[in-house]
């Protein structure tokens, strides 16, 4: 997920300090001759566009691989300066939105804070169609947004990441084949040397719908959960809330068995070289996340739809693979990726889910307020428990 990459979070390109993204605006054209027409996205016709606005502000949390786009936008119209500032909780930009006050162009998120947008009135729809490299995505994770996130009149959001969250993580040193149920998590066996993830109040119980057979997007006995989740509290060492510490935690063997996402255990084993930690999907099956991109209402759309297409190029999704280490959507994953020298064989086997783990995940969409309010009720009386 996003999150993960909090440590290589920081504003990569800038005008001015960070917080002159709100002061920057860009209402000229290519070489700033004249002012272009004010349009909206479903107002542009043709992608690329003949014209571009002279500024692009990009607000993501995958700082270096937008940064490399940023570059590769500012080469291919070198009258555009664009701006890429990192984030570390989606409220800051959604507070941005909030106020009215902010020139952002596009933002990359989650399912969860793009419905948040969409009710919200903030983003804009986006004409997919029209782009050209929209074809190079997998319909399995575009459906998903196609059929949750187009509001009522459109498509609000493009995906170009995905993880499994949670994935059964285990250190493949002290297991001889990868654990094969939920169950491994509430065995007395491995007392004091687990932990689990749990970054937001849904996550536990996510989880223990997934081991108690239910619907982790809809249960039907939050009870049931609730118990289950306080029989476990007292074998894990600790919750994880922080991407970062809790990959190490993994790293440095402080623990051997837990959850986390198989996005953050390939940086592990690719980007620390822990090939002692690895992470599976277990029989009862698991979900997985799509992170985003939208577009808020914004003063360069010229330059944010040529932006997006861009970054749905294959050689973007290569260089998103070799600088992140996650799944992208992309058709025909293993020959793309094989195509780029720098990417390990190992990490595109990772990341190319084949159908016997697709067919066992459930797709982590934004839930209804009343089972998010449940969850938070289970989550709070397992903390006081």
Request: charged share 25%; with cysteine; aromatic share 10%.
């Amino acid at each position: 997920m996003p999150l993960d990459n909090i440590d290589r979070r920081t504003l990569m390109k800038a005008a001015g300090s960070a917080g002159s993204v709100a002061a920057l605006s860009g209402c000229m054209g290519g070489g700033g001759d004249e002012e272009l027409e004010d349009i909206s996205l479903m107002d542009i016709e043709e992608v690329p566009t003949e014209n571009q606005e002279s500024e692009l502000n990009i607000w993501n949390w995958y700082v270096q691989w937008v940064e490399w786009g940023a570059e590769q936008y500012e080469e291919e119209y070198p009258d555009v300066s664009t701006t890429v500032e990192g984030y570390s909780q989606p409220t800051q930009w959604f507070s941005q939105l909030q106020s009215g006050d902010h020139q952002i162009d596009n933002i990359g998120t989650t399912a969860e804070w793009t419905e948040r947008g969409i009710d919200q009135d903030f983003l804009q729809e986006i004409p997919y169609d029209r782009i050209p490299n929209w074809e190079n995505l997998d319909e399995r994770f575009t459906q998903p947004i196609l059929d949750n996130l187009s509001g009522d009149e459109g498509v609000y959001a493009i995906p170009h990441s995905m993880s499994v969250f949670p994935s059964l993580v285990y250190n493949n040193e002290h297991f001889d084949e990868p654990p094969s149920s939920w169950d491994v998590l509430w065995d007395d066996e491995y007392a004091d040397e687990m932990a689990i993830m749990a970054h937001y109040s849904s996550a536990p119980g996510k989880l223990a719908a997934l081991y108690t057979g239910q619907d982790p997007n809809d249960p039907d006995d939050f009870d049931e959960l609730q118990e289950v989740l306080i029989n476990q509290k007292e074998l894990l060492t600790t919750y994880g809330t922080e991407h970062e510490s809790h990959m190490q935690a993994f790293i440095n063997e402080d623990i051997i068995l837990g959850t986390h996402t198989s996005g953050r255990i390939n940086i592990a084993n690719y980007g620390h070289d822990a090939d002692h930690v690895s992470w599976t999907v277990p029989e009862e099956g698991s979900m997985f996340g799509i992170d985003l991109i939208v577009v808020p209402e914004g003063p360069n759309p010229r330059n944010t739809i040529n932006f997006l297409n861009m970054m749905l190029s294959m050689d973007s999704f290569r260089e998103f693979v070799n600088i992140m280490n996650y799944k992208p959507p992309i058709n025909n994953l293993s020959e793309e990726l094989s195509q780029d020298d720098r990417i390990p064989e190992g990490l595109i086997e990772d990341v190319n889910w084949g159908d016997e783990i697709f067919e066992n995940l459930i797709w982590s969409g934004p839930l209804p307020d009343d089972v998010q309010e449940q969850y938070d009720e289970v989550w709070t009386e397992v903390q006081a428990a």
